[in-house]
């Protein structure tokens, strides 16, 4: 039985990098990269997830840009269940570059920055997590989005 998941990842970059973490599945010690992300709770926004989700994975703290976001409907397998996600993906900047402590789950095995040339590599594993990460870098690099239009 799938679990539904409403759930928030964020495409922070800075320096030609983009924020994400390194997490190993529990039930099958398989090694991801993730964005910072996660559940969006009862009564919180999707931006109020991406900013409480980024602090808690990564300790970095966040604004989140206006008007650059995508929804993608997707399943994904993680520890021995299949999650039918449904993501909003945002893109935000960093507010500043002090990284407090994470205290995290323990499937959490700390921050990583990938370099923009190696999202391709890095993010390959699902393509409905690929795109958007691709989407929000090229949108942002195009000049279109930057960091004054972040909250």
Not at 27 to 42: A, M, R, V
Not at 79 to 97: H, M, Q, R
Not at 108 to 137: A, C, M, T
């Amino acid at each position: 039985m799938k679990e539904l998941r409403k759930r928030v990842s964020v495409v922070v970059v800075h320096e030609d990098k983009i924020l994400g973490f390194e997490a190993i599945d529990p039930n099958h010690d398989k090694k991801y990269i993730f964005l910072p992300g996660g559940l969006i709770e009862p009564g919180e926004t999707s931006e109020e997830a991406a900013i409480r989700e980024t602090l808690e994975e990564t300790g970095y703290s966040i604004r989140i840009h206006k008007n650059l976001k995508l929804y993608r409907k997707y399943d994904f397998e993680w520890n021995g269940k299949i999650n039918d996600c449904e993501t909003n993906y945002l893109a935000g900047a960093l507010k500043s570059l002090t990284v407090l402590p994470v205290n995290d789950a323990s499937y959490n095995k700390g921050v990583r920055w990938i370099s923009l040339d190696k999202v391709d590599q890095v993010f390959n594993y699902h393509n409905d997590i690929y795109e958007p990460i691709k989407f929000i870098i090229e949108s942002l690099s195009s000049g279109q989005y930057n960091q004054d239009k972040a909250d």
